[in-house]
């Protein structure tokens, strides 16, 4: 038996291009679209172009006299086939009925109303041009305000107030806080709504098979087991005769972190016709009937003594939820309460929230999911309160930050910070823009009559999501590691990356565990039927969650691992270095390849050892983690048109320890990207009478190549105690440290003709206005 | 009516009949079950459709197949015949230029066209060459720095 | 979408007035109006093919007149709806005697929905301008006509 | 999204062309740039589509008589690349270069934005500054009409039924003109929100001539007369770019209101003339 000595090289940490990438740079990658099965239909979906109405009469007649149109199905046929589900469960929650197909009355523009079937999609396409529906026009209201204001028209009429819930968290002694304070400032701040647009739709293929009475489901879903335990409880199944499989998944964004009417429609109509039956979302469809996220409307108030030392908050969120209620639509606001206090070490706080049905697309959890709003709030209240303190933003932010030696920092709204160091990042970006004289500069500008800015956002969130108890649906994560006879390793992943680079990251992890060459680890995720059940992917929970399940799933191989290896140099214990076990008295050693044949051979087993190499582990996270970080973002506003122009964008995060720091890097840019959409360009607008005018690609603007400045990414790392791999997540750092970062830039670039706050996103008309405002 | 159509596909002559209204799209993934050119709106507006007609870049989302008869079309799988990657996939790849991976073939076929206009374009050039491609998971900086990388390899 | 605004028509105020509710004259100066067909008191059937270079559609709808304060008001209601989305249009019209006719002012809100709200929203101002205007030039030109066949209508 | 079915008829000379389209009843289609995304939102659903992309010649750019020639079906990247347009027309160069897209560049052509009419379309406004003529054929009838008097409103054009447009005619700019295109591109669609071309003569140290055209502030695109009169009366900019937007109907969006735009008109003429001003010489 050989014996080797050299330690082998480790992955984690390294730079490692992503093994996703072959398939998918060579356009080989099978996402939902590109799935054909022998027989399958096409269905296209009819929908409503009313905010609200009543269904008059639907005639399905002309849609089915159409060759190629095999049925045509509408709410009367769906009536058994159980709710779409929310799964967040408030005090006092109104839960709407929401039907797959509208029963006698629509709720939103998009609203199903009907199903064609045809054999080919051109054809499903003319035939829902075919179907006539006959709507009586009701009054409909289309902003969260609006809709609680007395006499609003009633989204839903057994509750006329359009209320779905309130909903209020209290911690410490805010009335004391404000009462000591020597100065609050208020403001009333939006988050306005947002469309996810991952770049793929949504899709759905639904295959029955009658003689063998299972359903294979593909969605393009971030929650593949979720979502086979939602679907069978609507659809009567057992849930072990339905395999849910997400194929490629073209970005999500949390939009596809639910359960949607068209995948228990598939599921239905595929039952029905006995055929595979295909749907994709369209665009627009993608616009009206994907969830949407933020819809905020906030207002602060903070309290602090003159030295810049924050006291308390306020907050009363009004959260337009949309018409209905989708799988965590009521949960979102939740968030945003519990990220109240930022980074900072007040404990006093008191929030109301109130959710409001409107006639438009539910909103649900959007990239950040909460949090974002949270920051955007709390980083603009600390700007309008160094500002009424003529305080520099920096200075105060050192000033409230919680102190390093407070950790775990439990907050007033009961979170337990696990780590941080929250002047690191801070100073760092200081640094890097060289702060002090950015401000000199910004003096000499002013002078000239130019309007420069500079903006800080100190950020922190929750991530990890989460432990079960914080969850409605479980937080924990699973792992399971195979090794096969032959030496090579399949992980499967409870998680369901999409984007995320998870097949690349966990066979980091378990190339330097087992000590064996990366490309013998195969990641195998999002099959139901071959993964053991899972949560899936949102949350930036993927590498802190799955990622430490994986770790102990391999901990428990290693130890067999070494049962064997001791077995085979017959020997008490062994060391594993490098994939070899290694006798240290003797130097003999056996190799990883030896011991994965030995283990299935079985001709020799250690006591109390089972032949092969397989474990599980299911790992339940004490806590949640929590990333900071700060963004500085140095702007430019054109006095004359109001146009905002980035100069420069700093962000240095700390994520905990980073697996792979390209991947990291790229999520950073990818989440600055949304947020600076937010910032400075999206939004969903609706009519007053629930029309949603922003309604395409046309019309709402998603950042391109040419719009995006340079991002200046670095990070600072703080372990994360609460798992061994020591990460925390960074997902969505980039989209919640970006958007006050921005609009602190231009209401500082603004600041000297008396701007104090803007709503987002900053069109250029906006902060021409108000240029001309504080001109007069 | 159904019309004949014959063109190349990837290099090779293809030949079917079509409907009129059959977008060029559909006709690559449907009838000649390509997998690469991806559909992202209808408004020709995300460039996930982007396939090279005659050398050039277009949105085959807006395109009937019937206006493609008599011309080449490339895609992203015949970028790399014989399985030899194009300096630019070979990029996307070392730079971590994708992450979902959904409008990384039209990307790159967008940027194919950049390239061969302009071998060594700047940061602005490239920005400006990819406008009309969306996407919404990277930030465009890292598919910069692989158009960056490839100009940089097919020019040594 | 609010709109506003005033046009002047060759003929006295109260030939106008009744120019504005002559289902003929109205038939003819509807944009796109195919067929408009009395069901009531005030109250009309249209069928309407709207086309606009490219953008086409048929739409089904009804044109109402309320609130007749003769000779100098009424309020116009249109509303239309087909496969491409639907429209409506509420408008309080004021009859004024002015040099050389009548003008017309009008005040109102339009509403659309469905694919043409969605994706014309970039347009449907301009557009919407542009329907009005060419109402009241289509009304116009029925007036002129109308002034010179019926002697009695003249000013 | 799916375009509903129709007939299709791709002409290989321009008299089959002609005849196919003078029966009526037919949408004619150059690129499709405009049409097709309309046809997949089933916004347009012509019976029959008439393609003239396959017309040999009809995309032709040449140079004769102190005219540029350019063919109804050059594309955009036809035109922003053409030798003969850069040196001869390079306003027009200029305004191709910022429409769209690199793939809408590719696909999209002279003549079929121009019928379009969108009124925030990049071509009208440098068509009127340039003077251009646009000729307009059917199978009896051959007319030519200058750009001021092409476009009629939104989407509406003198192209009469049964014509189609076959080519346009830009008297060349001489070397010493300055020109320049401005542009606030909308953040989604790309189209303008105001555009401005400008076109300056200038003859000791005099600007002895201004065209300003103006497209996405209005209905239509239209020529700035009063500004350039003040311009050629010796007037600073500023005042001459105040006076482009005065008296025309202004179009409001989400992304801009009637006020902004006018505003933004005078900003961007301004800087536009700024910069053909110091191109002049």
Known sequence: MATITSKPETLVGKRIRRREDPRLITGTATYLDDLKLPGMHHACVVRSPHAAARIKNINVKPALELPGVVAVFTGADVKEVGPVPCAAGLPGLRVPHHHILAQDRVYLVGHPVAVVVATDRYIAADAADLVEVDYQELPAVADPEKALAPGAPAVHPQWPDNVAFTFHQEGGDTAKAFQDAEVVVKQRITSQRLIPTAMETRGVVADWKAGEKSMTLWSSTQVPHLLRTLLAGMLGMPENRLRVITPEVGGAFGSKLNVYAEEALMAFISMRIGKPVKWVESRRENFLCTIHGRGHVDYFELAAMRDGTILGMKLKLIQDLGAFLQLLTPAIPTLSVLMMPGLYKFKNISADIVGAFTNCTPTDAYRGAGRPEATHGIERMVDILAAELKMDPAQIRLKNFVDNDAFPFVTATGLAYDSGNYALPLNTALAEVDYASLRREQQQARQQGKLMGVGISAYGEICAIGPSPATPAGGWESATVKIEPSGKVTVLTGTSPHGQGEETTFAQITADELGVDIDDVLVIHGDTSIVQYGIGTFGSRNTAIGGTALYYALQELKTKIKKFGAVLLDVDEVTLVGGVCVDEKSGRSVSFNQVAAAAYRALKLPPNTEPGLVATHFWEPPNFTFPFGAHIVVTDVDRETGQVSVRRYVAVDDCGKIINPLIVAGQVHGGVAQGLGQALWEQAVYADNGQLLSGELTDYALPRAHMMPWIESSHTITPSPVNPLGVKGVGEAGTIGCSPAVVNSVVDALSPLGVRHIDMPLTPEKIWKLIQEGRA | MKRKISLTLNGKAVADEVEPRLLLIHYLREVASLTGPHIGCETSTCGACTVLLDGRAVKSCAMFTVQADGRQVLTIEGLAPNGKLDPLQEAFWNEHGLQCGFCTPGMILTARQLLNDNPSPTEEEIRKGLEGNLCRCTGYQHIINAVKAAAAKQGA | ?155 | MIPQNFEYSAPATLQEALQLISGGECKVMAGGMSLIPLMKLRLAAPEHVVDLGRVPGLNSISESGGVVCIGATATHHDIESSPVIRGRVPLLAEAASHIGDVQVRNRGTLGGSIAHADPAADYPASLLALEAKVRLVSANSDRTVEAADFFLDPFTTAVESGEIVLEVLVPIEEPREGYRYEKVPHPASGFAVVGVAARIKKAGGKTTLARIGVTGTGPRAFRALAAEKLLESGADVATAAAAVAEGQETNADLYASAEYRRHLTRVWAARALTLALSRAS
């Open chain 3, 1 to 155: 979408m609010k709109v506003s605004g005033s046009y002047l028509i060759t003929v006295a105020q109260q030939r106008a007035y009744e120019l504005l509710q002559d289902p003929v004259v109205l038939g003819k100066a509807m944009p796109g109006c195919d067929t408009l067909e009395r069901v009531g008191e005030h109250e009309y059937r249209m069928k309407m093919k709207m086309v606009m270079a490219s953008i086409s559609g048929l739409f089904d709808g009804k044109v109402r007149i309320a609130d007749l304060q003769p000779h100098s008001s009424f309020r116009l209601i249109v509303e239309g709806s087909g496969k491409i989305g639907f429209m409506k249009g509420d408008g309080l019209l004021h009859l004024i005697p002015a040099e050389g006719g009548t003008n017309v002012q009008y005040e109102g809100n339009v509403e659309v929905g469905g694919t043409i709200a969605a994706v014309g929203q970039r347009l449907l101002d301009t557009t919407a301008r542009m329907m009005i205007k060419r109402f009241f030039e289509k009304l116009s030109a029925e007036a002129a006509v109308s002034a010179t066949s019926s002697p009695a209508a003249k000013i």
